[in-house]
């Protein structure tokens, strides 16, 4: 292998000359989306996920290698599912609870009776001793269910050792934790009030909006909801070649973060956040209360990339770059294959932000490719959370290889 170069001053990434766009049909994002096969992926709806289309094509490519796959922004583990489908060794990591608490679902395995009788174990057992008393919870929740969902959340929270059916649990209660009223109750998949199911509505706004319309929380049964979401998901049982533990949370600029993977990666398949989407734990912050966190959004930034302009995040992004680098092998091959792209708002070069990151990472990559990545309305998923009402933005698939 030859020595590795820095890019400055001589880049070995042409972003001039790349190969025709070719996006994918969203046909093909429904179908295995929504495939019976796949539901352990989908057992808690989150934004900005990438269609699994993605790495299961990236896999494809590479499964004869037997690769070691990392995603250091796993988000929901949608790259760590496509793994465990190939039987391949894979470790993510993330900054966000939630993320990793859904993420490690993907690469855990039992019966599913086991986290439903554990469900209702921890419900008979345990007296919560903190349930929320501000208008958005008791407008929110039903006082029994809400009972119900905060003995869940004591009970996990003290648990003194994790289990795949523990974690199983906790993930499909962050999944039924919120999401649109049934006109049924009977068939009810959430526990909440009229919300949407992938972020959660700030408690004013959804407040005023049930009180606007009259809209009433419905008595919900927990464990019948969570009885209808663990059933469907199939091969659940069959042994993972992974275990929960290879998600971890942590800041993947840190070189202690990736202190806890436990193998040397050839493939990275990731997507990291859009430059100026700066808003992923206050989106969540009702998943982020059933973890632990606070009862209220909670505004402080947290660990992220540096958002302060699109030097300052070429630079974080390029020190995730080279720490994969470091963990590497030296005597492999690295490939990295990164579905990147630019909120509407910020009027930069999606493609610039992302070859100035491979230079301060301070190796040398040689471009494979660059493609488009899908239609213009699959390029909003993460646009479409900050509201944006401008045209949709684009995203870049990049094949990057390490020489």
């Known amino acids: 292998m030859p020595p590795k170069r820095s890019l400055h001053g001589h880049s070995r990434v042409n972003f001039h000359l790349y190969p025709k ?20 992926n989908a ?40 793994a465990r489908s190939f039987e391949l060794s894979a470790w993510g990591i993330d900054s966000s609870p939630v993320a990793v608490a859904i993420a ?14 554990m469900a209702a174990r921890l419900i008979a057992e345990t007296a919560p001793q903190q ?12 006082p029994h269910t809400l009972r119900d969902i905060c003995a869940l959340r004591e009970a996990l929270l003290q648990l003194d050792t994790e289990s795949d059916a523990s974690v199983i649990l906790r993930a499909a209660m962050l999944g039924c934790l919120h999401g649109p009223l049934p006109k049924n109750t009977e068939k009810a998949g959430y526990f909440s009030n009229q919300m949407p199911r992938t972020y959660a509505s700030k408690p004013d706004y959804a407040v005023r909006y049930w009180k606007i319309r009259g809209l009433k929380a419905p008595r919900i049964d927990v464990l019948r909801v969570l009885r209808r979401k663990i ?10 070649p992974n ?24 493939i990275v398949i990731t997507s990291p956040p859009y430059y100026g989407m700066r808003t992923y734990v206050q989106d969540q912050w009702l998943r982020n209360w059933f973890l632990g966190g606070p009862d209220h959004v909670d505004y402080s930034a947290g660990p992220q990339l540096d958002h302060g302009g699109k030097d300052a995040f070429a630079r974080s ?6 720490n994969v680098d470091r963990l590497a092998s030296s005597t492999e091959s690295l490939h990295m294959y990164v579905r990147f792209g630019i909120i509407p708002s910020a009027a930069v070069d999606a493609k610039e932000i ?23 309305d699959a390029g909003k998923r993460q646009a479409d959370q900050m509201k944006a009402d401008s045209a949709a933005a684009v995203e870049f698939d990049f094949h990057v290889e390490r020489v």
């Open 131 to 142: 349930i929320p008393e501000s208008d958005f919870f008791r407008a929110a929740y039903h």
């Open 317 to 322: 992004l390029g020190t995730v770059w080279r």
């Open 243 to 266: 275990s929960f533990s290879q998600v971890v949370h942590g800041d993947a600029q840190s070189d202690d973060t990736f202190q806890a993977i436990g193998a040397a990666p050839s």
């Open 21 to 40: 766009t070719t996006p994918s049909t969203s046909t093909k994002n429904v179908a295995l989306a929504y495939s019976k096969e796949n539901a352990l």
């Open 104 to 117: 490690k679902a993907k690469l855990a395995s039992c019966d599913a009776n086991e986290p439903l009788e």
């Open 231 to 240: 059933e469907r998901l199939t091969g659940l049982a069959t042994k993972s």
């Open 43 to 82: 057992i808690c709806p989150y934004f900005t996920m990438f269609p699994l289309e993605y790495p299961i094509k990236v896999l494809k490519k590479h499964r004869k290698e037997r690769p070691v796959v990392l995603d250091p922004f796993c988000g929901r583990g949608t790259t760590l599912f496509a």
């Open 354 to 376: 992302f070859r100035n990151s491979l230079e301060e990472s301070g190796t040398t990559w040689r471009l494979v490719s660059v493609r488009a990545a899908d239609s213009a």
